[in-house]
């Protein structure tokens, strides 16, 4: 149940974020979607779907701040946080520059600190939260030319299991989704031969769907979901085991 729940979704007006807030919207949850830069996608999102964006850059606490101020104003108390934003800039490491490294640590690692501090006390003051991070299957086994992005989702592993701790006995709850390869914009954008050969590396035999990971979100922002925390979600179609 959701109650009319106010949910954030970074990174929710495309690809994987847009299907997340999407099923939430129709879940029933009171939906504001994140984006950073694409003006054209999100209006398009907003026209198509009726759910609020909200520019603002996830790596800059104080940008988060006064955005996550201003949609509790407008909307209410945020009781349920999806960090799905991200970004990759890939590179071998022996070529990676400093700024490949920290705009993707800060992107997709420094946005779930700023994003959860900002929701964390008003969650516990409540005695509920729902929290869940879209880590990668890559950052569970790693991938060449990604050592930003996989040590920036494995960071994302160690922070989930922290605020897991401290979040339990206050109702707030904080889970890793991991996808493996899935039907998305930039996966299409791999050449036809290296996808044929990413697919058939997986036991299903298929890319996964963005409904597939909606509805692992779902499942785990739930109100019924209080007893699941620090947990990781794996939905890679038995690709990495783990």
């Known amino acids: 149940m959701s109650n009319g729940r106010v949910a954030l979704v ?12 999407l099923e939430l919207k129709e879940a029933g949850y009171t939906v504001v979607a994140n984006y950073g ?25 104080e940008a988060v701040k006064a955005a996550i101020e201003t949609i509790e104003a407008e909307k209410g108390p945020i ?22 490294w920290h705009e993707v640590i800060d992107t997709n690692l420094g946005s779930v600190f700023n994003t959860t501090r900002c929701v964390i006390n008003g969650m516990r003051d409540r005695q509920f939260g729902r929290i869940v991070n879209i880590t990668s299957m890559n ?25 897991a701790l401290e979040g339990a006995a206050k109702n707030v709850t904080v889970n890793n989704v991991a996808p493996g390869y899935t039907d998305t914009e930039m996966v299409r954008a791999v050449p036809a031969n290296v996808l044929e050969k990413i697919v058939a590396g997986i036991p299903v035999k298929r890319l996964g769907s963005v409904h597939d990971i909606a509805r692992a979100v779902l499942f785990l922002v739930a ?20």
Request: charged share 15%; proline share 1%.
């Open 79 to 100: 009781d349920v946080l999806v960090n799905n934003a991200g970004i990759t800039r890939d590179s071998t490491l022996h070529r990676m520059t400093p700024d490949q």
């Open 223 to 242: 109100d019924e979901a209080g007893f699941v925390t620090g947990s990781t979600l794996s939905i890679n179609g038995g690709q990495h085991m783990y």
């Open 10 to 21: 970074t990174g929710g007006t495309r690809g994987i974020g847009a299907r997340i807030s």
């Open 139 to 163: 950052g569970q086994c790693g991938q060449i030319g990604q050592a930003n992005y996989a040590a920036a989702k494995s960071g994302m592993k160690g922070f989930t299991k922290s605020v």
């Open 37 to 61: 830069g694409n003006d054209a996608a999100a209006e398009k999102f907003n026209q198509e779907t009726g759910i609020t964006v909200s520019k603002f850059n996830v790596g800059d606490y």
